[in-house]
């Protein structure tokens, strides 16, 4: 998969399955654009990772006005926007009785309303080029659910509905909207698992182990590339059989 030429930007780039996908766009030949929220230090090691073409910028995605700035940033910058790889993302667990309005506004706002401020922003100049890709990193939880998770959960299934919507109103001018729902991915969220938690999660995975992030990027290039020309509207399963 080629992406020399292309721009793409990966939000939440700095770390875990976000920088997965800002190193593989990178070794691609893309010019890559990552965002990232507050740690300096992991995006630079990102920036450098993805190759000499990459660079970072730090906003929030709950700012939808920082989100169509960093869109026209790209624009005024690059020219042109090809993918768009909504991956920043939050978990703050909790029964639902006990689930704060702060925590559950946090995991909505940035799973989902920053998602959608940066398609809105990403549509208007790829509608201009007739082309462009925007994949949407979902979750096996927005799927089947996850008790303590209901924040969580509702913000990735709304964001499965957002790619389908989105799929059929920006079809007629070759845009595909595409999501990647991962499973459970040996990244920093879930190496705070307990051993015992572990074991018994592996037993629900066919496959029997946990996915890496790499994996998962693979699967984002996939869909964002050209070899998914005839895509749109999919929700690509990647968690090992935990959920088919």
Known sequence: MDFSGKVVV????????????AVAFGKAGATVVLSY??????AEEAVRLAGPQARAVKFDVRDTAACARAIDDVLAQHGRLDVLVN???????????RVKDDDWDLQLDTNLKGA??????????????RSGAIVNLVSVVGEMGNAGQA?????????????????????????????VSPGFIDTDMTSKI???MRVRLLESIPLGRLGTAEE????????????????TGEVLKVNGGMYM
């Not at 998962?216 to 895509?231: E, K």
Request: glycine share 10%.
């Open 116 to 129: 959608f401020a940066l398609a809105r922003a990403a549509a208007r100049p790829m509608m201009k080029q």
């Open 10 to 21: 990966v939000t939440g780039g700095s770390r875990g399955i976000g920088r997965a996908c």
């Open 87 to 97: 991956n920043a993302g939050v978990a703050v667990d909790g029964l639902s009785m």
């Open 216 to 231: 998962v990027a693979q699967s984002v290039l996939f869909l964002a590339s050209d070899a998914a020309s005839y895509t």
């Open 37 to 42: 929220a507050g740690n300096d230090a992991a």
């Open 151 to 179: 924040a969580y959960a509702a913000s990735k299934a709304g964001l499965v509905g957002l790619t389908k919507a989105l799929a059929r109103e920006l079809a007629s001018r070759n845009i595909r909207v595409n999501a």
């Open 194 to 196: 307990g051993a015992e």
